[in-house]
């Protein structure tokens, strides 16, 4: 017999359950995707920085978007044999030298198809004049149920750069 004290219980734990589940980050939701790679980013030393999300094909597909991919494709395709590509540093970390000690990701945006999404990371080193250059912008869209970077922004020396821009850019030299 279905007591009232018992379907007060099973309610209570049932909503219990629910929030827990509703805070929990899913494996692809954009702020559990740059938890994992500023996680691994930060992980030992620090200095590994985030260039694995690019340094291959497979990479690329894992996390990039398939117009971003493709956009890349092009520039590479673009650059003279024996030239490096447009992107000459590592965009996660936003340096040549990579440290990255602590992380904070941020929502900014989140809709049906599309998020933006903020890192601030402080490294060890603690040598960056401007703070400005540990934030980060992503980009986020979504594509077959799953959430791709569509582009990163951030800024060095006050200029302000885009993965895009300078991708397109260099289609156009």
Aim: net charge positive.
């Amino acid at each position: 017999m279905l007591t009232r004290r018992t379907l007060l219980l099973a309610t209570a734990t049932t909503l219990a359950a629910s929030s827990v589940l509703a805070r929990t980050p899913v494996a692809n939701d954009p702020v559990a995707i740059l938890t994992a790679i500023y996680g691994r980013a930060a992980s030992g030393k620090g200095d590994g920085g985030g260039a694995f999300i690019i340094e291959s094909k497979a990479a690329k597909a894992k996390y990039l978007s398939k117009s971003l991919i493709a956009l890349w494709a092009k520039a590479d395709a673009h650059t003279p044999k024996g030239d490096i590509g447009p992107v000459d540093f590592d965009p996660v970390t936003n340096s040549q030298d990579p440290d990255v000690a602590s992380f904070k990701v941020t929502t900014e945006k989140i809709e049906a198809d599309k998020a933006t999404l903020a890192v601030v990371f402080a490294g060890h080193r603690k040598d960056r004049k401007d703070e400005a250059e540990q934030v980060i912008r992503y980009d986020f869209v979504r594509e077959a149920d799953k959430w791709k970077i569509d582009d990163i922004k951030g800024a060095i020396e006050g200029q302000a750069w885009s993965i895009r821009a300078l991708l397109a850019d260099s289609l156009k030299s």
